[in-house]
């Protein structure tokens, strides 16, 4: 079973394993990678690796290291320049505990990171699989992923924003690092692009994202930070969008392997029944 303590306590070890002398920037990260976070990515990370069979400590290195994607993209994308929040997850947001130009390069630094910690996985699996696998990880960060995703969003004025528009944005920004934590580990395993097992857990990915996505905008329902044009709820109706949040996550394959598939589904069913 996924432990996040273990993970945390791994996630830290291997960065202070790294890091130099004492910085600001050093302090920074340490921040970021101490702010509690669900470690969703690396427990579905951690689900399809015991699927496929992968070696355990090539999960939790693949796991540490699209989190730390994940905490670049929350870092860089809670600056004023973006989404200029001042809390995240509880806690004053990077820039806020520190400033923005640490914020910035602890953000590069975080990503940085990851390109390092999977790079190690090149000794721990066979050339052809490392490659597969790292041709997933850059197309999830890069333009046809998360960041394209922001770019997409950035760009759109929200007054323009259509159903499918939102839909083509939350794939991106969202359900990219989503599919790259369950097909990586398929991929690193040595089980080939091709077989029918990788496109199930890509299904399940896209199921996961959709429905990941309306719960976030039920939990911004709720803290009356609802924006009607830029959220799902609000283009497609709120019961339609759950029906089919729980249709798909139901549906896909593997959905009962995945436990925060499972506590996904239980959050919507109980939003659905408060209608
Ligand atoms: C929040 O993701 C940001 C989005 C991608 C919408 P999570 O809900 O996984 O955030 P943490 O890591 O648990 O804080
Ligand atoms: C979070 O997106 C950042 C990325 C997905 C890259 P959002 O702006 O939609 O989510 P919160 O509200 O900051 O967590
Ligand atoms: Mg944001």
């Known amino acids: 079973m996924f432990s996040k303590d273990r993970f945390n306590q791994d996630l830290i070890q291997s960065f202070l394993l790294r890091q130099g002398p004492s910085s600001r920037l050093r302090d920074a990260i340490l921040y970021a990678l101490e702010s509690p976070g669900k470690r969703l990515r690396p427990r579905l990370a951690h689900e399809s690796g015991v699927r496929f069979g992968l070696k355990p400590s090539s999960t939790s290195r693949f796991g540490r290291s699209i989190e730390l994607v994940h905490l670049f993209s929350l870092v860089h994308d809670d600056l004023p320049a973006l989404d200029d929040d001042d809390f995240r997850r509880g806690q004053p947001t990077l820039h806020r505990k520190f400033d923005e130009g ?53 760009e759109t004025p929200p007054g323009e924003m259509t159903l499918e528009m939102l839909t083509r944005i939350q794939t991106l920004k969202t359900g990219a690092l989503f599919r790259a934590a369950v097909v990586i580990p398929a991929l690193l395993s040595g089980t080939p692009p091709s077989d029918p097992r990788v496109a199930g857990v890509e299904t399940f990915a896209s199921a996961f994202g959709f429905a990941f996505q309306i719960a976030d905008d039920l939990q911004d329902e709720e803290q009356d930070r609802h924006e009607s044009t830029k959220n799902i709820l609000g283009l497609m109706g709120r019961q339609a969008a759950i029906e089919l949040a729980l249709d798909r996550l139901t549906g896909a394959p593997g959905f009962e392997a995945f436990s925060p598939a499972k506590e996904l589904a239980i959050l919507l069913e109980s939003e659905k029944r408060r209608t």
């Open 102 to 154: 640490i914020a910035l390069l602890a953000g590069d630094e975080l990503l940085q990171f990851a390109h390092e910690t999977f790079h190690e996985l090149s000794d721990a699996v066979e050339r052809e699989s490392f490659t597969a696998a790292l041709r997933v990880f850059h197309q999830a960060i890069g333009r046809d992923g998360m960041i394209g995703g922001q770019a997409l969003e950035l």
